[in-house]
């Protein structure tokens, strides 16, 4: 199983990820997670990467790529993906479909978590006074907001135009959400094979 979680910040990618990863006994890849992670012990990668994301921009191509070949590829290896965060763009997705497709470790499929924006920031300046996340802050996250618009929503139809896109309503408890997700991936179940 090869999935990937679509939606702006704030939409639960990491929430549901995590938990449809579990699901299937798949590894949960979250490009944020593994930046932040690059940040915090301060190498070359979290370096490249520490001022883009500070700004609630994203982080060049060359970089996200680099980090998440490896990765990527064993966990495939090992059975499957659920993936947050990355492709962000079409031009992420173009160039992950390169290097994926001859290694047959492709996405499947996207899973599109549909959330209104106004719920967006309030969910995201609520999880920052947990999370002590640099950009989950209220001017941050109207920029990460715009981004998202403009960089990431043409991937939905990236996907939609291939077949692959399913889309849930997002705003709704967890458990609910996670159903929703489990039930459509049954019904497209021939995608995954
Ligand atoms: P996230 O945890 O997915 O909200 O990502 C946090 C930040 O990491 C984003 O605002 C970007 O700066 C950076 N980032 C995460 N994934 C990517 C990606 N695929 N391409 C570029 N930047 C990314």
Known sequence: ????????????????????????????????????????????????????????????????????????????????????GFPRTVEQAEAAYDVAKDLGVSVQLAVYLKVAREALIARIVARGESSGRVDDTLDVVERRLDVYDKQTRPLLDYYRERERLITVNGDRPVEEVTRSVLVQLQRARKLLD
Do not use: C, N, W
């Open 1 to 84: 199983m090869r999935l990937l979680l679509v939606g702006a910040p704030g939409a639960g990618k990491g929430t549901q990820a995590r938990l449809i990863a579990q699901h299937f006994g798949v590894v949960h890849l979250s490009s944020g997670e593994l930046l932040r992670d690059h940040v915090a012990k301060g190498t070359p990668i979290g370096r490249a990467a520490q001022a883009y994301m500070a700004r609630g921009e994203l982080v060049p191509d060359a970089v996200v790529l680099d980090m998440l070949r490896g990765p990527l590829v064993a966990a495939a290896a090992a059975g499957g993906y659920v993936l947050d």
